[in-house]
């Protein structure tokens, strides 16, 4: 904490340990995450002068503030770029049993109030807690910032004794949806193997299990079973990549 000579109070110390964070991420080229913590860092700092009385320590912050800020335009400049030439990829790598992974966790710095149409392309969207998981994404896409008014599903039909469970549920939630302003759009393929899902702004997600990446919870009384960050993980990879066009199926 010394070398950034500001300090030792709560506020300084949060503010630190936020940039360090961002400078790591940055040594490491994860400009899309190093980028959220310096302006979370940026934005602590310049409470903190709001609050200073002493001129050194001023004067000190402002140097401060400017060099992030600088660093940070530099880095949104690089992955705007990125994002025009169609080149931007972020991969993921979940392991066995990780937690931390919920929904919003994943997909949150991507939907903003830009976000007003999904695609969403997964095989699997079948059993009770594949309905469930569909579920739990839309809950978040109907969530301020979003507006979104449409969602489109590209599943899968089950053709065994689950299909008349997966008909039934799928039609509660486009009722569901409905009574929220927002178009469930469904349709069936029998050739699907792809899980993608694509936001209007440009994003694109890849998920290697799709939404299901879940593990079964141990019980309905145990940690994880409500709150998804809880929950462990199968294995799995996710692909972020941003592209200006973003296709429709």
């Known amino acids: 904490m010394a070398k950034f000579g500001l300090g030792s109070d709560p506020e300084t110390a949060a503010a630190v ?24 860092g940026i934005d602590l700092l310049l409470q903190i002068l709001k609050g200073t009385k002493d001129d050194t320590k001023k ?83 109907i969530k301020r910032p979003c507006k979104v008014k449409t969602i489109h599903l590209l ?18 939630i486009k009722e569901s949806l409905g009574n929220h302003g927002v178009l469930l759009e469904l349709e069936y393929s029998s050739s699907l193997h792809d899980r993608e899902i694509r936001f209007n702004n440009g994003w694109m997600i890849k998920i290697g299990r799709g939404l299901d990446y879940f593990k079964k919870p141990q019980g309905r009384f145990s940690l994880g079973y409500c709150d998804f960050d809880l929950r462990p993980c199968h294995e799995t990879t996710v692909d972020i990549f941003h592209n200006k066009h973003t296709k429709k199926i």
Not at 73 to 88: A, C, P
Not at 93 to 102: L, Q
């Open 17 to 40: 340990t936020v940039l360090t964070r961002a400078v790591q991420l940055d040594s490491e080229s994860r400009y899309q995450q190093a980028l959220v913590c310096y302006q979370e």
């Open 59 to 141: 004067c000190n912050l402002r140097k401060k503030i400017s060099g992030y800020m600088d660093r940070a335009e530099n880095i949104k400049k690089y992955l705007d770029q990125e994002k025009e030439d169609g080149k931007y990829h972020k991969q993921i790598k979940i392991e066995e049993n990780a937690t931390g992974f919920s929904y919003e966790s994943l997909f949150q710095e991507y939907l903003n109030e830009t976000v007003t149409e999904v695609w969403i392309e997964d095989p699997y969207i079948r059993q009770t807690h594949q309905l469930y998981n569909f579920l739990r994404f839309c809950e978040l896409l």
């Open 155 to 172: 599943t899968s039909l089950d053709e065994g004794c689950g299909k008349q469970q997966q008909i039934s549920g799928l039609g509660e």
